[in-house]
């Protein structure tokens, strides 16, 4: 509960319509190991539940994405006998299920095979060009510079900055690297 003011995620009041707002977003967490006993397709299908995904639009959504991600033939077997980059692609799978509005990815690419680390970063410049967010944390700062329209650093738990990179750039006076400026800010934090 809060004193005052309203929070809203994709205009859906946290309070007045809970399940809607958190059906507008995703959250990848950072490590993939998870009902490590149900097979892929369960895992699926019970986050198609939780979402309230059609049973329809939601063999859809399964065959389109882990055609893409290359685990359509895995499905069938346990999580636990999957590689941890498998695990990754099925949790990310299961998180875009839904179409959600707000992607909240903590390093996403961490596991992951070159091409399916391409893939995810094409899917979410796309997300981003239709008008919606993409949230990621990264300890790779060149994805980070190639990928993001704005930035946020965090060094020890503070924010110390949050803009664009030319801002970024521009407020540190730096020409280099988005890596040198972070060490840069980060030194005297």
């Known amino acids: 509960d809060f004193d005052e003011g309203r929070i809203t995620v994709a205009g859906k009041d946290i309070q007045e319509e809970a399940l809607e707002a958190k059906r507008q977003f995703c959250y990848v967490a950072d490590s993939p190991?998870?009902?490590?006993?149900l097979k892929g397709i369960e895992y699926l299908n019970f986050m198609g539940t939780i979402y309230a995904v059609p049973v329809e639009k939601r063999k859809?959504?399964?065959k389109e994405l882990t055609e893409k991600f290359e685990i359509a033939d895995a499905?069938?077997?346990k999580i636990q006998s999957y590689s941890h980059g498998m695990?990754?692609?099925l949790i990310i799978t299961g998180a875009l299920l839904a179409e959600p509005k707000i992607w909240i990815l903590d390093e996403p690419m961490t596991g992951l095979d070159p091409k399916s680390s391409f893939l995810l970063k094409e899917m979410m410049r796309e997300h981003a060009a239709k008008g919606f967010s993409v949230f990621f944390s990264t300890h790779v700062l060149e994805v980070a510079e190639k990928l993001c329209d704005r930035i946020g650093i965090?060094?020890?738990?503070k924010l110390l900055f949050v803009g664009t990179i030319?801002?970024?750039k521009e407020k540190y006076a730096s020409s280099g690297?988005?890596?040198s400026v972070f060490l840069e800010i980060t030194k005297n934090a």
């Open 154 to 157: 965090i060094d020890k738990g």
């Open 87 to 89: 695990r990754q692609k």
């Open 166 to 168: 030319a801002e970024l």
């Open 75 to 77: 499905l069938n077997n």
């Open 177 to 179: 690297s988005l890596e």
């Open 60 to 62: 859809e959504k399964i």
């Open 33 to 37: 190991d998870i009902f490590l006993r």
